[in-house]
């Protein structure tokens, strides 16, 4: 949980997420930050990223088979 203190005198905070980071994590941080008053998140280009992740073959189950 972002605390006020850690913002309080910040002017510019950056936020940066790898692949893996669900968006809508990256969205309530940026959130947060702008309850605390901060202002319009800016996005800056970055590499695009297209890499899929696959769930483990130990995680995996034959759907037909769930009820």
Do not use: Y
Request: hydrophobic fraction near 40%; aromatic fraction near 2%.
């Amino acid at each position: 949980d972002i605390q006020e203190e850690w913002v309080k005198e910040v002017k510019c905070v950056g936020v940066t997420a790898g692949a893996s980071a669900p968006d809508i994590l990256v969205q309530n941080v940026v959130a947060r930050l702008q309850q605390l008053g901060g202002g319009e998140a800016i996005p800056l280009e970055g590499r695009e990223e297209n890499i899929v992740f696959e769930v483990p073959k130990e995680l995996r189950v034959d759907i037909r088979e769930v009820d």
